[in-house]
């Protein structure tokens, strides 16, 4: 090893462990602004395309409200599966506390979308057969009303979720801790005990994760041993032709 090499091994060792850093912070970023400009346009499109001000759009704000929505879903749809690809990376990295904590909170803003789409279908075939066929509706709220404080509702709980998440991230990268799998203390403290039954169920997925992690890891490395086992009998066999 040369001088500047064992420099900046020395220099590593002490700043400490580098931890990966995940790539997921502007999607979550993305995520924020795509909430809040759901929440902007469910306020602005009914203003801008009410067809009782203006015959001029096609489309009521109430159709807009619909596709725009959808469009939302979708857009989480692609983050969610470039969140889950680096999280899955960093679960094979061995940082298995960190995939078990931030499991479901990386996945719930998809599934609340993704339940926000049902209930928007039965919304609307709700306000077709009772406000259009009826003008109570019209003493109280419009059919644009009720979407606008479903829609409001659902993007404000995702935002809680998606800055909880940023949080959590960002915990992860400051604290420069090593792979899970090299912390002993992190699992001698999963004795059951006197805990709580949350944590006894934490414990032991972080427990089931562990035998997944090594599982893997097993089969990788007999897989790497009959590939290398495998070249060198080539090898040996060609030497011995020769």
Not at 98 to 118: C, D, E, H, M, Q
Not at 167 to 175: A, P, T
Not at 176 to 198: C, I, K, N, T
């Amino acid at each position: 090893m040369s001088l500047s090499e064992e420099e900046a091994a020395l220099a590593d060792g002490e700043q400490g462990p580098r931890v990966p850093r995940l790539p997921t912070l502007p999607a979550a970023v993305v995520q924020i602004f795509l909430c809040l400009a759901q929440i902007v346009l469910v306020f602005l499109l009914p203003a801008l395309y009410d067809p009782d001000q203006s015959h001029e759009h096609l489309l009521g704000s109430f159709s807009l409200l619909i596709y725009t929505h959808t469009g939302h879903w979708a857009a989480f749809l692609a983050i969610d599966q470039f969140l889950l690809k680096h999280h899955h990376n960093s679960r094979q990295q061995g940082y298995l506390d960190f995939y078990v904590r931030t499991k479901n909170l990386r996945r719930a803003p998809f599934y609340i979308l993704s339940v926000g789409n049902a209930l928007l279908m039965m919304a609307v075939v709700i306000l077709n057969d009772f406000c259009d066929s009826s003008y109570s509706c019209l003493h109280t709220f419009t059919k644009v009303d009720y979407l606008r404080g479903l829609i409001t509702l659902e993007s404000l709980v995702v935002l809680c979720l998606v800055i909880n998440y940023i949080h959590v991230l960002s915990n992860f990268h400051s604290s420069r801790q090593p792979p899970d799998v090299l912390r002993g203390e992190l699992w001698d403290r999963g004795v059951v005990g006197s805990m709580e039954p949350a944590q006894v169920k934490q414990v032991m997925e972080r427990q089931a994760e562990m035998i997944r992690y090594l599982t893997e890891r097993c089969e990788n490395l007999c897989e790497k041993v009959q590939e290398l086992s495998t070249q060198l009998g080539r090898k040996e066999r060609l030497s011995f032709s020769q």
